[in-house]
């Protein structure tokens, strides 16, 4: 089972990404995907959930300006990141797993978000 993250770069405050989820190696309709950064000196912290079948939730920081999306055909979760924030700089990392925590997910490599002000 692989996750390819995709989608990072740099961009003005107050501008847009999507971050990309490529699912591989099996169809993840029961799991949780989900968005996760972590910034250098921080400990990683959760973005944003979606179960495959239905249902989302964002962490407070990003409420209103992140959209989390899937395309089931496709295998793929996307993290559209409009109004970035210098503070919104870190290297992003997508998940799956059974567990609603994330409790024995698998992880995919991460992809460097950076906003400059």
């Known amino acids: 089972v692989q996750l390819q993250a995709s989608g990072g770069g740099l961009v003005q405050a107050g501008g847009s990404l999507r971050l990309s989820c490529a699912a591989s190696?099996?169809?993840?309709?029961?799991?949780?995907v989900g968005w996760f950064r972590q910034a250098p000196g921080k400990r990683r912290e959760f973005v944003a959930r979606?179960?495959?079948?239905?249902?989302?939730n964002y962490a407070d920081s990003v409420k209103g300006r992140f959209t989390i999306s899937r395309d089931n055909a496709k295998n793929t979760v996307y993290l559209q990141m409009n109004s970035l924030k210098p503070e919104d700089t870190a290297v992003y990392y997508c998940?799956?797993?059974?567990?609603?925590?994330?409790?024995?997910?698998?992880w995919g490599q991460g992809t460097q978000v950076t906003v400059s002000s």
């Open positions: 979606i179960r495959w079948s239905n249902g989302s």
């Open positions: 998940a799956a797993s059974l567990d609603y925590g994330f409790a024995g997910g698998y």
């Open positions: 190696g099996r169809t993840f309709s029961n799991y949780y």
